[in-house]
């Protein structure tokens, strides 16, 4: 579990992922331990991260730069190793929207214990790459990921 004196501040529901990916681990993730390399989990981030993110219309996966969001931040607490014949399953959330910056939380867990294997937390920026400059959270996002996660994150004036 991340450190709530770390996340301070955060609207953080821990139990409430209601979007995951299936992953399967792959020979070319492990490291000479036998288990995944951590470099490896900002892959699976990612993976977990795209899959939500479509899966709300936000990105149709052609055009990367028309895709708004940049990674500004990333922690993670690697709790347990993962081994080569694990099922692993990667929950993601978005927890927080600010104007122009959002934060997903994750769990990593064994698909068949659910012993959670890692937790992580990524801050993203919306970012006009054309302009090269970062620009408010859309609209739209607001609304769909309002939906999803079942908390109100449209912003009042």
Same mark, same amino acid.
């Given at each position: 579990?991340?450190?709530?004196?770390?996340?301070?501040?955060?609207?953080?529901?821990? @139990?409430?992922?209601?979007?995951?990916?299936?992953?399967?681990?792959?020979?070319? *993730?492990?490291?000479?331990?036998?288990?995944?390399?951590?470099?490896?989990?900002?892959?699976?981030?990612?993976?977990?991260?795209?899959?939500? /993110?479509?899966?709300?219309? /936000?990105?149709?996966?052609?055009?990367?730069? *028309?895709?708004?969001? &940049?990674?500004?931040?990333?922690?993670?607490?690697? /709790?347990?190793?993962?081994?080569?014949?694990?099922?692993?399953r990667i929950w993601i959330r978005a927890s927080r929207l600010g104007n122009k910056?959002? @934060?997903?939380?994750?769990? &990593?867990?064994?698909?068949?214990?659910?012993?959670?294997?890692? @937790?992580?937390?990524?801050?993203?920026? @919306?970012?006009?790459?054309?302009?090269?400059?970062? &620009?408010?959270?859309?609209?739209?996002?607001?609304?769909?990921?309002?939906?999803?996660?079942?908390?109100?994150?449209?912003?009042?004036?």
């Open positions: 579990m991340l450190d709530m004196n770390f996340c301070a501040g955060y609207n953080f529901r821990m @139990t409430e992922f209601n979007f995951s990916i299936p992953l399967d681990v792959r020979y070319g *993730d492990l490291d000479p331990q036998w288990h995944v390399n951590n470099a490896r989990f900002l892959t699976y981030l990612e993976s977990a991260r795209m899959g939500y /993110l479509r899966s709300l219309d /936000l990105f149709d996966g052609e055009n990367f730069f *028309d895709f708004n969001l &940049i990674v500004a931040d990333i922690h993670i607490s690697y /709790l347990a190793p993962i081994k080569l014949t694990q099922k692993i910056s959002l @934060t997903f939380i994750y769990e &990593i867990r064994d698909d068949e214990t659910q012993k959670v294997c890692a @937790t992580a937390e990524t801050i993203m920026v @919306t970012y006009d790459y054309h302009q090269q400059k970062s &620009i408010p959270i859309p609209e739209k996002w607001r609304q769909a990921i309002s939906e999803r996660e079942g908390v109100d994150f449209i912003q009042k004036n």
